[in-house]
């Protein structure tokens, strides 16, 4: 009996002291996480914007960012933007590198779920409003913008009243 006392007295002298020695102090890592993803551009290189919708993301964080990702890792790819909200992806890549169905592609492998419909090329986002889109100045405005020497030219379908006098 007291040859079992000893040997289990032993062990657990043995244990706690393998025990103490392997304690760890866990490693905090901060990761940025980026919203739009953006590259240099190449100057001799043509640029397109294009606009369509991701159908099938349930979330912001896993899907849209996912999407975001792989469209923005893709060679010649200058900016991409995926919007949760409005199912709207939105990307500036170079002509000779990307094109639309190597795009849709990129978003349908990321997994079976995400369909890619309304691919369209635009000159602006719908996100972002061009100068052109402004209300118009109020008559008492000091802003440089506002002065008649530095106005900007009306739309065709304009109808605000400074644009309507030049009609």
């Known amino acids: 009996m007291k040859t079992i006392t000893y040997l289990l007295g032993i062990c657990l002298m043995a244990f706690v002291i393998v025990n103490c020695k392997n304690s760890t102090n866990p490693e905090v890592k901060t990761i940025e996480v980026e919203t739009a993803s953006t590259k240099e551009k190449d100057p001799n290189a043509t640029y397109a914007k294009a606009e369509f919708t991701v159908d099938g993301m349930t979330c912001a964080i896993g899907c849209a960012a996912t999407i975001e990702k792989k469209i923005a890792k ?38 079976d779920i995400y369909k890619v419909s ?17 209300t118009a100045c109020k008559a008492d405005c000091k802003k440089d913008c506002c002065k008649a020497e530095k106005k900007m030219a009306c739309a065709a379908d304009c109808k605000k009243e400074c644009c309507a006098k030049k009609a």
């Open 74 to 111: 893709m060679e010649g790819v200058t900016y991409a933007k995926v919007d949760f909200d409005k199912r709207l992806a939105m990307v500036e890549y170079d002509e000779a590198k990307v094109n639309p169905t190597s795009l849709e592609n990129t978003v349908t492998s990321v997994a």
């Open 118 to 134: 309304d691919m369209k090329t635009v000159d602006d986002f719908s996100g972002q409003k061009s100068e052109a889109k402004k």
